[in-house]
């Protein structure tokens, strides 16, 4: 306790009366002309960039027009926008008027947008264009509070509605603002404090109505030094950035820390365009959820499996074989041999990264996982492509990441040690419980969830089943609230059992269900891109996805691969019947939440009729 308690303070020194402001202007008198964001608006090749510099002189301009508009210190803007510059730029101002930015997820229903715009009550929203406008439509017809709303694309401003503004004209009017009375925008930022909201991110909501999470300056000062003194990262980075911003993770590592260090973020607004930037840029971090690395494994699968040349097949499995082993070896407790190390430096070379090259990941220094759990053969294989995945655990209410392996302490399998001057405990049920200031100070506007969520003691009850071994590392089980109890009185953990299934190229995502029941059933979705490739190599003939599920073919091979999970798992565990649908689960078909994790309620009553003929 005394460690924990004195790399706390050490830290707590570090950021002492800092905030992101101040964070801002200090990146800009050390790495001003370098390059800040990048994205592909606008532009018919390449990439358009903005400096440090040129960053934070739109950012006071703009801050200065939320005020014009209305934002008064502590009052919230929202912004729903893609992944762009103008999105970062949105926020940035936010903090610097002395307001509240929160970016709401692009995918919401106007039903869901109205309860969250509801319930923050912002003076200023920032739309896109006019998919946001409709899904906005609800909210700005019910939601007195908004002042102003900032459309991006001027292509898609409203007409004779003096609430509507331009984005180049919010610049306009606040560049004017400023060259009138510069003082008094510059006391604006100086008057924020640690303390203050730096943002409230609505969570996804996997259940029920999403809960405001409020974060603070300090909140994210302290994981931003704790989180960069395990990942070693100490210098700034080039990244990708195409999760959404209203994900803790992806502001953490597309805004705060690069706003904090001066690293460089290329901006992709579409993810379906991730693959081509990764080859374009070829960043020096990549964080990706577990989905993601299950996609691109099954990318890289697809193509080895077309190798016909049997010397290249037997030279990558060879080389694979040396870089998990090598990767194995940098493990806690572990030593790679001078042998390993020269073996692995030659197949690096010579093979694998090769390989990284063709996904744009030869020049990863810091690979991570979160937002669920690690599939452990998704980690062996890219270990097997010399690519350590440090996988990281942590929840929106604790500012990110609470344990994290990095180049020190790594184990496979685990979600790492607890991060400095953060403390981790098992509580009597197993559940992980977290204490520091990386804790939020509470929801938005609801007490009682508040102290559901904090005990007197300080403690931040996560909702998650853990494990942890005798070196400190941490392993998550599952959700405590998604935790299985057969009729046997079993407890079983569901998504273990799906990493399993998924492990099947041919499947997209799995839900497990036996709560109550004698045995495990499964709901399965055919992976979009792997099985029509699956499917026209063994000659099946087919017209879409639905006819693929129906075919007798498809689905002996999906049932090999429940077989072969199966063989893994205890006999309370095992898979006795599974329906294969002829549909895929997105965020927009409502399985799944904005950042691909499955909403089990929402297929457990969507999908009650199937459950219950796999049961009759």
């Known amino acids: 306790m005394s460690d924990v308690l004195e790399q706390r303070a050490e830290i707590e020194q570090r950021i002492e009366g800092q905030t992101f402001c101040t964070a801002l202007a200090w990146t800009v008198a050390e790495r001003g002309g370098a390059p800040a964001y990048s994205d592909k608006v606008g532009v018919s090749e390449g990439w358009r ?245 299950e996609k691109v494994r099954t990318g890289v699968s697809a193509l080895l499996s077309a190798e016909t040349d049997e010397q290249k097949v037997a030279a990558v499995a060879k080389a694979m074989d040396v870089g998990l082993r090598y990767v194995e070896s940098l493990q806690t407790g572990e030593q790679t041999s001078p042998e390993l190390a020269e073996e692995f430096r030659a197949m690096d070379a010579a093979v694998l990264r090769p390989i990284r090259s063709l996904l744009g990941l030869d020049r990863v220094e810091w690979a991570a996982s979160a937002a669920a759990p690690m599939p452990l053969e998704v980690a062996r294989f890219f270990a097997g492509l010399g690519l350590s995945i440090y996988d990281v655990y942590g929840m929106t209410e604790t500012s990110a990441v609470v344990t994290g392996n990095g180049p020190d302490q790594f184990r496979l399998g685990s979600v790492g040690r607890p991060l400095p001057g953060v403390e981790v405990r098992l509580g009597d049920d197993r559940e992980i419980l977290v204490r520091g200031p990386v804790s939020t100070p509470g929801y938005f506007k609801a007490e009682d969830a508040t102290r559901q969520l904090i005990d007197e003691e300080g403690w931040l009850h996560t909702g998650d089943i853990g494990q942890c071994d005798e070196d400190g590392f941490f392993y998550v089980v599952d959700r405590k609230k998604e935790m299985i109890i057969t009729s046997a009185g079993k407890n079983i953990a569901p998504s273990n059992i799906e990493n399993y299934l998924k492990e099947s190229p041919l499947v997209g995502h799995a839900l497990v269900f036996g709560e109550g029941r004698p045995y495990c059933v499964a709901v399965l979705t055919l992976d979009g891109e792997v099985a029509p490739q699956v499917a026209r190599r063994n000659g099946i003939e087919f017209t879409d996805l639905a006819d693929l599920a129906r075919n007798p073919q498809v689905r002996a091979l999906v049932q090999q691969s429940v077989d072969a999970a199966n063989e893994r798992l205890s006999r309370p565990e095992q898979v006795k019947k599974f329906e294969l649908l002829p549909v895929e689960w997105t965020a927009e078909s409502e399985e799944l939440t904005p950042t691909l994790k499955l909403k089990r309620r929402v297929v457990h009553a969507k999908y009650q009729e199937v459950l219950e003929r796999l049961y009759s």
């Not at 990244?239 to 805004?255: C, D, K, Q, W």
Request: net charge negative.
């Open 49 to 293: 960039t903005l400096s440090w510099d040129e960053v934070r002189e739109q950012t006071l301009d703009l801050a200065a027009g939320y005020v014009a508009l209305g934002l008064a210190p502590h009052g919230t803007v929202a912004v729903m926008a893609s992944n762009r510059t103008e999105h970062v730029l949105a926020d940035f101002a936010g903090v610097h008027a002395g307001g509240i930015p929160m970016s709401v997820y692009a995918t919401l229903a106007p039903e869901q947008v109205a309860y969250v715009a509801g319930h923050a009550q912002p003076s200023v929203v920032v739309l896109e264009g006019a998919d946001q406008l409709a899904r906005w439509r609800l909210a700005l017809e019910g939601c007195p509070s908004i002042a102003a709303v900032v459309v991006i694309d001027d292509a898609a401003l409203p007409a004779d509605d003096a609430r509507f503004v331009g984005w180049t004209d919010l610049l306009e009017r606040g560049r004017a603002a400023r060259a009138a009375d510069p003082g008094r925008y510059d006391d604006l930022w100086r008057s924020v404090r640690p303390e203050d909201p730096l943002t409230i991110l609505y969570t996804s909501g996997t259940t029920g109505n999403p809960k405001g999470v409020v974060l603070t300056h300090r909140n994210i000062l302290f994981e931003t030094e704790s989180s960069l003194d395990v990942s070693g990262m100490r210098e700034p980075g080039v990244t990708v950035s195409y999760l959404p911003f209203a994900h803790i993770a992806e502001r953490m590592l597309g805004i705060y820390i690069p706003q904090y260090q001066g690293g460089h973020v290329h901006l992709v607004g579409d993810p379906a365009l991730l693959v081509g930037a990764l080859g374009e840029v070829h960043p020096t971090r990549f964080f990706g959820v577990p989905r993601v690395w």
